[in-house]
């Protein structure tokens, strides 16, 4: 058994040691952090987040804890009044969501400033990388500004339901998952790439779902070059502005989880291969391996609302 603050600092850990930036350089933007908020006068300060001193993700917060310890859990992608209503009727005590909702939607745009360091790991000057995410920061900012934000914790609180969401560390888990895969099976055409996708059991699930990962952009027959997951941790997409950038850096791939017709056309004028690779599938991904390990402190699972729930506890 665990409490919500354990499942909570066991999200953050594992987001840490599984960001693609590297722990390091996560570690230091903490400390950096540390700096900024010892620097604010009295009024900042007791406005400041303190959550932000050891947790780099905006969008990974507990969001109603009733102190008591976790025994069954509805995990879904999405959790909103239906779900919470859905986890009183099936005696959850806790409900997971893996998309931010309440003060980690309200503030999803601040964790993508780690596009910008992983763009400049894939070879995007840094300037540039930063220059095209800080706008895209402040219009998803504003774009997230008008939504009743809170109803879910609302529901939440009244039924006495623990609620948590758990987005980029899980993120951070597909991502690393995929990256592993690919530097393994170093697929050399877009088609193989699709292959290898659809090797892992969540890919295979979602293309009996008619979901499965597709080509965007390019073709099967395309050469790959070089490989980037630009697009699938980061919280949500980025500009349209980058692929042209990641173009120029000598990148030929792009892996994602979505992708809108104006990142497509703009992926296509500058030569990208893009393959899609599903998004509840992908988010599944992640999302699995963090409640393996809930499972294995004999947490009950109960998955629901686009979770394909696969368990990597019991090996085949
Ligand atoms: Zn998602």
Same mark, same amino acid.
């Given at each position: 058994?665990?409490?919500?603050? =354990?499942?909570?600092?066991?999200?953050?850990?594992?987001?840490?040691?599984? %960001?693609?930036?590297?722990?390091?350089?996560?570690?230091?933007?903490?400390?950096?952090?540390?700096?900024?908020?010892?620097?604010?006068?009295?009024?900042?300060?007791?406005?400041?987040? =303190?959550?932000?001193? @050891?947790?780099?993700?905006? %969008? @990974?917060?507990?969001?109603? *804890?009733?102190?008591?310890?976790?025994?069954?859990?509805?995990?879904?992608?999405?959790?909103?009044?239906?779900?919470?209503?859905?986890?009183?009727?099936?005696?959850?005590?806790?409900?997971?969501?893996?998309?931010?909702?309440?003060?980690?939607?309200?503030?999803?745009?601040?964790?993508?400033?780690?596009?910008?360091?992983?763009?400049?790991?894939?070879?995007?000057?840094?300037?540039?990388? &930063?220059?095209?995410?800080? &706008?895209?920061?402040?219009?998803?900012?504003?774009?997230?500004?008008?939504?009743?934000?809170?109803?879910?914790?609302?529901?939440?609180?009244?039924?006495?339901?623990?609620?948590?969401?758990?987005?980029?560390?899980?993120?951070?888990?597909?991502?690393?998952?995929?990256?592993?895969?690919?530097?393994?099976?170093?697929?050399?055409?877009?088609?193989?790439?699709? *292959?290898?996708?659809?090797?892992?059991?969540?890919?295979?699930?979602?293309?009996?779902?008619?979901?499965?990962?597709?080509?965007?952009?390019?073709?099967?027959?395309?050469?790959?070059?070089?490989?980037?997951?630009?697009?699938?941790?980061?919280?949500?997409?980025?500009?349209?502005?980058?692929?042209?950038?990641?173009?120029?850096?000598?990148?030929?791939?792009?892996?994602?989880?979505?992708?809108?017709?104006?990142?497509?056309?703009?992926?296509?004028?500058?030569?990208?291969?893009?393959?899609?690779?599903?998004?509840?599938?992908? *988010?599944?991904?992640?999302?699995?391996?963090?409640? *393996?390990?809930?499972?294995?402190?004999?947490?009950?699972?109960?998955?629901?609302?686009?979770?394909?729930?696969?368990?990597?506890?019991?090996?085949?």
């Amino acid at each position: 058994m665990m409490t919500l603050k =354990q499942i909570y600092d066991l999200a953050i850990d594992l987001g840490i040691k599984n %960001d693609l930036r590297g722990e390091a350089k996560v570690k230091k933007n903490l400390a950096k952090q540390k700096e900024k908020y010892q620097k604010l006068g009295k009024e900042k300060k007791a406005e400041f987040d =303190q959550e932000n001193l @050891t947790n780099p993700y905006s %969008d @990974t917060r507990i969001l109603y *804890d009733n102190g008591k310890e976790v025994k069954k859990v509805l995990v879904g992608i999405d959790i909103g009044v239906q779900e919470i209503l859905l986890a009183k009727t099936l005696g959850c005590d806790t409900a997971i969501s893996h998309h931010p909702d309440s003060i980690a939607l309200a503030d999803l745009s601040s964790v993508m400033h780690l596009q910008a360091e992983v763009l400049a790991m894939y070879g995007v000057p840094i300037n540039i990388a &930063e220059a095209i995410t800080k &706008e895209r920061v402040s219009e998803v900012a504003r774009g997230l500004s008008p939504i009743n934000h809170n109803r879910a914790v609302d529901a939440a609180k009244l039924l006495n339901i623990n609620y948590i969401c758990v987005h980029t560390p899980c993120d951070n888990l597909a991502a690393i998952y995929l990256d592993k895969e690919i530097k393994k099976a170093k697929p050399e055409t877009v088609g193989e790439i699709i *292959d290898l996708l659809k090797k892992i059991p969540e890919y295979a699930e979602a293309v009996k779902l008619k979901a499965g990962p597709k080509i965007f952009a390019g073709s099967a027959d395309n050469s790959v070059g070089k490989i980037a997951l630009t697009e699938i941790t980061g919280g949500t997409s980025g500009s349209k502005d980058m692929y042209e950038k990641i173009s120029q850096a000598g990148i030929g791939t792009i892996i994602g989880m979505h992708l809108g017709e104006e990142s497509r056309k703009e992926a296509m004028k500058h030569y990208l291969n893009v393959v899609i690779a599903g998004h509840m599938s992908s *988010d599944s991904l992640g999302v699995n391996q963090f409640i *393996d390990k809930l499972e294995k402190q004999k947490i009950e699972i109960v998955p629901c609302s686009g979770l394909i729930r696969v368990s990597r506890n019991v090996k085949k």
